[in-house]
């Protein structure tokens, strides 16, 4: 199985940068699809961003694409999302999750393994 652990998150002001870290173990982690989803209260999960395998594709959010950018280190068996210019919208828990394939999918459900989240809160 994979075990997954987010870190980074925090409480910051609009404007901001975080840097949200997902450590992987188990599994063959350069042969999944590692993405990140988000989920605000009251509302669905959302999916975020999404990044294959070799890392050679990647796909963002339409409304945070050109802040934030997904990345992983195949060595370290870590994926990253970096994130800039936060607004208050983008408060929410984000979630790594890891598929056992190595295309990248935007469904929650094609998913197979989650972490417990990291809390994301942006004040004006």
């Known amino acids: 199985q994979v075990q997954l652990v987010e870190s980074g998150g925090g409480l910051v002001q609009a404007g901001a940068s975080l840097r949200l870290s997902c450590a992987a173990s188990?599994?063959?982690?350069?042969?999944?699809?590692m993405g990140w989803f988000r989920q605000a209260p009251g509302k669905a999960r959302e999916f975020v961003a999404a990044?294959?395998?070799?890392?050679?594709?990647?796909y963002i959010l339409g409304s945070v694409k050109g802040r934030f950018a997904i990345s992983r280190d195949n060595a370290k068996n870590a994926v990253y999302l970096q994130m800039v210019s936060l607004k208050p919208e983008d408060s929410a828990v984000y979630y790594c999750?890891?598929?056992?394939?190595?295309?990248?999918?935007?469904?929650?459900?094609?998913?197979?393994?989650w972490g417990q989240g990291t809390q994301v809160t942006v004040s004006s």
């Open positions: 999750a890891a598929r056992l394939r190595p295309l990248p999918v935007v469904t929650p459900q094609m998913y197979d393994y």
């Open positions: 188990g599994g063959t982690f350069r042969s999944n699809t």
């Open positions: 990044i294959s395998g070799s890392g050679s594709s990647t």
